[in-house]
Each structure stands twice: as structure tokens, then as C-alpha cells.
């Protein structure tokens, strides 16, 4: 249940707008609004301040608190950037080693089932006579 300082405090928050206001508080309030003119009264009240609040000129900083800013923002330092230029050699060395393994792989699975394969026709040549057991395994 919704008390009406907690509606105040949420129209001091959020406006009187009551589609700004979090989604949980809403039926809360509009049951309260709908009941109790006090809470009718904080709501117009909230209103009026946004009215103001929009009718008032939006502020824009000066071009020297422009400048001010912008001369006190961190700059990137070249250590940094070194860093990340040596964290890519690093990744991209790596990268090229992982590949140089994958192909060494390849070349020596070749080999490796090159000759196991050159076996296998060997050995059924010289069988004489072929046996299920043989053939199936």
C-alpha cells in the first residue's frame, strides 16, 4: 500500500509524469491518486515544477570550461599503446605457432597412415586364401 510520502517523495523523483515512474509503483499510485485528493494536490504540485523545469533554458558551458575540460582529460599514454602493439605480436606469434603445429600434424598423419595403409595391402597380399575372420576382424 502506497502512503502519500511515498507518492511525494516519488513525484519529487520522477515528476508527475506517472509513465517515468517505475513500472512496480504505478497501479500504487494511480489507486492512491484516484482516492485521496492530498495525493491529487502533491501530484499537480510535482506538475507545475515540471513545467517550470521545461519552460527553463537548457544551460550550455562556456567555450573556455570547454576547453578547461578537455585540457585536464586523460591522454592515452604510449606505454599503452605499446602494450597493446606488444600483446598483438604476442597473440599474432601464438597464432602462427598453433598453425605450424596443426600443419607439422597433418604432414606427419600422412606419413604415419601412408605406411600403415602400404602394411595392410602388403600383409592381404600374401594371403593365400581369404578367411571371414580375417576380413571382419
Not at 49 to 74: I, K
Not at 81 to 92: H, S
Not at 111 to 120: E, G, I, M, N, Y
Amino acid at each position: 500500500m502506497m502512503t502519500i510520502e511515498r507518492l511525494k517523495a516519488l513525484a519529487q523523483a520522477y515528476g508527475a509524469d506517472l509513465r517515468r515512474w517505475p513500472a512496480s509503483e504505478r497501479p500504487f499510485a494511480e489507486s492512491l491518486i484516484a482516492a485521496d485528493p492530498a495525493a491529487r494536490a502533491a501530484l499537480d504540485e510535482a506538475a507545475a515544477l515540471d513545467a517550470l523545469l521545461a519552460a527553463s533554458p537548457a544551460p550550455s558551458p562556456s567555450a573556455q570550461l570547454t576547453a578547461r575540460v578537455l585540457a585536464g582529460a586523460p591522454r592515452p599514454r604510449a606505454r599503452q599503446a605499446r602494450r597493446g602493439r606488444l600483446a598483438w605480436f604476442l597473440g599474432a606469434g601464438w597464432t602462427a605457432a598453433a598453425c605450424a603445429g596443426v600443419v607439422a600434424g597433418l604432414g606427419l598423419t600422412t606419413h604415419l597412415t601412408a605406411d600403415a595403409r602400404a602394411d595392410a595391402v602388403l600383409y592381404q597380399s600374401t594371403l593365400s586364401g581369404v578367411d571371414d575372420a580375417e576380413v571382419l576382424g
